[in-house]
């Protein structure tokens, strides 16, 4: 094998690992036990009174937040991955509505913040039935123009 080809196949290996590692950290399409919300459903159910939860820390949500969102930070150091370890982070269960058959929307600022999709994982192994995660966060609400705080 001669030198330029050596070199332009070692170049595709690492752009190829790069491109694996940056999508490894973007959240999964979909949550086991949660379902996908889009910002107008979320707009909804906020009208019908079901909790929308600002995951992502407490000066984002000072910034601005869904209008109607309430605060409870989900304070992560697991690894952002499916298979991340809960008990290393912190998250306040019991700021959630005590009533678990009730329905509940987690959300953070979408793509590569884990934060709403850790939270809904957590919300869901806790026995909470009716989770919805909205995926797209705050980005995706705010792009639409939807009332903020």
Same mark, same amino acid.
Request: net charge positive; proline share 5%; charged share 25%.
């Given at each position: 094998?001669?030198?330029?080809?050596?070199?332009?196949?070692?170049?595709?290996?690492?752009?190829?690992?790069?491109?694996?590692?940056?999508?490894?950290?973007?959240?999964?399409?979909?949550?086991?036990?949660?379902?996908?919300?889009?910002?107008?459903?979320?707009?909804?159910?906020?009208?019908?009174?079901?909790?929308?939860?600002?995951?992502?820390?407490?000066?984002?949500?000072?910034?601005?937040?869904?209008?109607?969102?309430?605060?409870?930070?989900?304070?992560?150091?697991?690894?952002?991955?499916?298979?991340?370890?809960?008990?290393?982070?912190? +998250?306040?269960?019991?700021?959630?509505?005590?009533?678990?058959?009730?329905?509940?929307? +987690? +959300?953070?600022?979408?793509?590569?913040?884990?934060?709403?999709?850790?939270?809904?994982?957590?919300?869901?192994?806790?026995?909470?039935?009716?989770?919805?995660?909205?995926?797209?966060? +705050?980005?995706?609400?705010?792009?639409?123009?939807?009332?903020?705080?």
């Amino acid at each position: 094998m001669n030198k330029r080809v050596w070199i332009k196949l070692a170049l595709a290996t690492c752009f190829s690992a790069l491109a694996g590692a940056a999508s490894a950290s973007e959240t999964p399409a979909t949550l086991a036990g949660a379902q996908n919300v889009t910002a107008e459903e979320v707009k909804k159910m906020l009208e019908a009174g079901v909790p929308v939860i600002d995951t992502r820390v407490a000066a984002e949500y000072a910034e601005k937040t869904i209008k109607g969102a309430k605060s409870v930070p989900y304070k992560e150091k697991s690894t952002k991955e499916v298979g991340f370890d809960a008990t290393v982070d912190q +998250f306040d269960l019991s700021k959630l509505p005590q009533e678990k058959s009730a329905p509940i929307v +987690f +959300f953070c600022n979408s793509g590569e913040c884990w934060k709403s999709y850790k939270a809904s994982t957590v919300a869901v192994k806790a026995g909470y039935s009716k989770v919805y995660w909205f995926r797209g966060g +705050f980005p995706e609400w705010n792009s639409k123009g939807l009332p903020t705080q």
